[in-house]
């Protein structure tokens, strides 16, 4: 099994910053990507940026420019630094990592992490 542990949500004013971080424990082997979802009630939990075992990254057009994520493998830990953050930001974000099996692809996800910018 793996566990993530995630930390760092938190109330912000527009503008502001916010840094997120999971940290992946267990049967970690095999990891093909690491990144973070946010959902919100009423609406489906949507991608905002992953990163893959080969450094590859991939955001949401939304974050773009205002959200990086990294990786310190030595850790088995990701980040989402989250700049100039918006209302429009406010969910509950998720830690997400996908491992693959011998013939097929396990996803895991954190508990999530509230994020929430006021206006």
């Known amino acids: 099994q793996v566990q993530l542990v995630e930390s760092g949500g938190g109330l912000v004013q527009a503008g502001g910053s916010l840094r997120l971080s999971c940290t992946a424990s267990?049967?970690?082997?095999?990891?093909?990507?690491m990144g973070w979802y946010r959902q919100v009630p009423g609406k489906q939990r949507e991608l905002v940026a992953v990163?893959?075992?080969?450094?590859?990254?991939n955001y949401a057009d939304s974050v773009k420019g205002r959200f990086t994520i990294s990786r310190d493998n030595a850790k088995n830990t990701v980040y989402l630094q989250m700049n100039s953050l918006k209302p429009e930001d406010t969910a509950v974000y998720y830690c997400?990592?996908?491992?693959?099996?011998?013939?097929?692809?396990?996803?895991?996800w954190g508990q999530g992490t509230q994020v929430t910018v006021s206006s």
């Open positions: 997400y990592l996908r491992r693959s099996g011998r013939q097929y692809e396990l996803d895991y």
């Open positions: 267990g049967s970690i082997f095999s990891i093909n990507a």
């Open positions: 990163i893959t075992s080969g450094g590859s990254t």
